[in-house]
């Protein structure tokens, strides 16, 4: 297994809807074993193979949920039904996300609080998890970056201008910045 380098904001991979899986073969069960890792050094709470440069509709997430029950998983080529988004603004101390794409930075986003996925794992058995509070938060996450789109696409003001701000001062937003979990200096 390998941890692979995290792809920052700017690499046309992490902005472009990614491809179905056809391909159930070795490479994928490798690539899905180097996602957990690259998610667990990180650490993360989910991560979508187009952060570390790969164009496929996967993502894995690892969530203790508040009942205490640990939820780990793959998901391949999923769909996503949700409640609806609440317009309301979002509440910085209990709303605020963050992105192993925008290493080290936080902004508050409104997001549905149900959520059903569906999609199929490793062995092509179908996946099916209701989700809610945080948990479908993170499915809602994961699910945008194989659409391409990053939650600081999707902020309200004042925050999305705080986003392309603190994106902009730190260099990131170009192509080819990547960060390698367990490392401390951000490469490229
Ligand atoms: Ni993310």
């Given at each position: 297994m390998t941890i692979r380098p995290i792809c920052i904001t700017g690499n046309p991979v992490l902005h472009t809807k990614a491809l179905?899986?056809?391909?159930?073969?070795?490479?994928l069960r490798v690539l899905v074993q180097d996602m957990y890792e690259t998610m667990d050094e990180a650490p993360g709470v989910g991560l979508a193979a187009p952060q570390i440069g790969?164009?496929?509709?996967?993502?894995?997430?690892?969530?203790?949920?508040?009942?205490?029950?640990?939820?780990?998983?793959v998901v391949i080529n999923p769909t996503?039904?949700?409640?609806?988004?609440?317009?309301?603004?979002?509440?910085?101390?209990?709303?605020?996300?963050g992105c192993l794409s925008v290493p080290g930075e936080r902004f508050p986003l409104k997001r549905a609080e149900s959520a059903v996925v569906t999609g199929v794992d490793l062995d092509q058995n179908p996946v099916h998890i209701e989700a809610?509070?945080?948990?479908?938060?993170?499915?809602?996450?994961?699910?945008?970056?194989?659409?391409?789109?990053l939650y600081v696409d999707k902020l309200s003001e004042p925050y999305a201008q705080e986003a392309k701000d603190t994106i902009a001062e730190r260099g990131w937003g170009k192509d080819g910045i990547?960060?390698?979990?367990?490392?401390?200096?951000?490469?490229?």
């Open positions: 179905e899986v056809t391909e159930f073969n070795e490479e790969v164009n496929l509709r996967i993502f894995v997430y690892d969530w203790d949920a508040e009942d205490g029950s640990a939820q780990r998983g996503l039904t949700t409640s609806a988004v609440p317009t309301e603004q979002a509440d910085w101390e209990s709303e605020s996300e809610t509070g945080w948990f479908a938060r993170i499915f809602q996450h994961e699910f945008d970056h194989l659409e391409g789109i990547s960060w390698l979990p367990g490392e401390e200096k951000l490469e490229g």
